[in-house]
């Protein structure tokens, strides 16, 4: 089988796996999502605990909802945050816990609150980020990760290291239920994006082969509907001189 298609066979497993078990929660059926799962929180309150998150300043969170907490604490804590608008398609949000109202975190945490209270981001505006928070479908011990097939947490990734954003050493972790974390190891391509640790709700761990993380964009892998589809990449071309 290729790489892909143990992916999409890990993907499917562990979907259905979710749902069998009584593990999947709103928003549901969790097919063909970041899947939200029972003990979120937990997974969450046990980040709150590790170094990497109580020295971040600012941190990258994606917008899937076994995030939302994560995304709440940032705000709660005074940390800027910067979210990926869906498909990247609208680019950054950075939501800036000193612009908002203390009682609408809450709110602010959700993709529609974060279009409410989030600022868009040129090229530009893009800040350092010290620490991203990253969904996942499913990761292995060794730090590879499968998300929902989209590809779109490597090209988020990829063009904050490209505007130097990010770089090999930002720490990347992502919160799952245990049942998502694999004993069998993934294969890797070269634009994945690899996670540093995985936090479930009854434990944290460092992976054993997180790196090399990707340089930046792989253009070549990209295809021109996608280049049409994310107007930022298409920015970010033309300034590389890649149009």
């Known amino acids: 089988m290729s ?23 709103f928003p ?27 020295r971040a300043r600012a941190v990258k969170v994606n917008p899937d909802s076994p995030q939302r907490l994560v995304r709440q604490r940032a705000l709660e804590e005074g940390k800027l945050l910067v979210v990926p608008t869906p498909r990247i398609r609208e680019g950054f949000l ?6 908002i109202p203390r009682s609408a975190y809450r709110w602010a945490s959700t993709i529609r609150g974060a279009f409410a209270y989030g600022r868009r981001l040129g090229l530009d505006d893009v800040p350092t980020v010290d620490l991203i928070v990253i969904g996942s479908v499913a990761v292995d011990r060794y730090g590879t990760r499968v998300g929902k097939g989209g590809g779109y947490a490597e090209l988020e990734y990829g063009v904050l290291r490209e505007l130097g ?23 890797r391509e070269k634009h994945d994006l690899p996670v540093d640790l995985i936090v479930t709700p009854t434990r944290v761990t460092e992976t054993l082969e997180p ?12 295809s021109e509907e996608r280049l049409a589809e994310v107007p930022l990449l298409r920015e970010l071309a033309k300034r590389h001189g890649r149009a």
């Open 3 to 25: 790489a892909k298609e143990v992916k999409r066979a890990v993907r499917e497993r562990i979907w259905r796996l979710l749902e069998e078990r009584g593990l999947a929660r």
């Open 28 to 54: 549901r059926p969790v097919r063909g999502r970041i899947p939200n799962f029972v003990g979120a929180e937990a997974a969450a309150r046990r980040l709150f605990g590790l170094e990497e998150w109580r």
């Open 94 to 99: 950075l939501l800036d816990p000193r612009l």
């Open 165 to 187: 954003a990010v770089g090999e050493d930002t720490p990347v972790v992502t919160t799952v239920h245990d049942v998502q974390v694999l004993r069998e190891r993934l294969p």
């Open 211 to 222: 790196r090399p993380k990707p340089r930046g964009i792989y253009w070549e892998l990209l």
